[in-house]
């Protein structure tokens, strides 16, 4: 009896942190994207990839296949949810780019 008891509460308490857990893992990575520090656009990796921190202002000439409707926001690489002023990238790991910001690397989100 005190066996299915013990077992019991281990099952609950298993279920409740589970639960909990992913909550964490949140909070941890909104924490995380808000600490991270912007891209320097003077960054050399940032130059050699165009990056801008506002897609209006990409040089047309350059990059004549850039479309005003491709920024950061929209890029499959944007860690920033949506709403987000700005967010972590895939590319430009340990910085924040601004959700209006646009590189060459950029691809659309999956759907
Ligand atoms: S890879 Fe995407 S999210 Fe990162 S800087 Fe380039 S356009 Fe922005």
């Given at each position: 009896m005190s066996s299915k008891i013990s077992r019991r509460a281990v099952v609950q308490g298993g279920l409740i942190a589970g639960a909990f857990i992913p909550v964490l893992g949140l909070v941890a990575?909104?924490?995380t994207a808000a600490a991270l520090p912007p891209l320097d656009i003077n960054?050399?990796?940032a130059k050699a990839l165009g990056f801008v921190t506002d897609?209006?202002?990409?040089?047309?000439?350059a990059n004549p296949t850039h479309k005003p409707n491709q920024k950061c926001g929209t890029c499959a690489q944007y860690q920033g949810k949506?709403?987000?002023?700005?967010?972590?990238?895939?590319?430009?790991?340990?910085?924040?780019?601004?959700?209006?910001?646009w590189c060459k690397t950029w691809a659309p989100k999956p759907a």
């Open positions: 990575n909104s924490a960054d050399p990796t897609t209006t202002k990409v040089d047309a000439a949506p709403g987000d002023a700005s967010g972590g990238c895939n590319i430009f790991v340990g910085h924040s780019v601004p959700q209006g910001g």
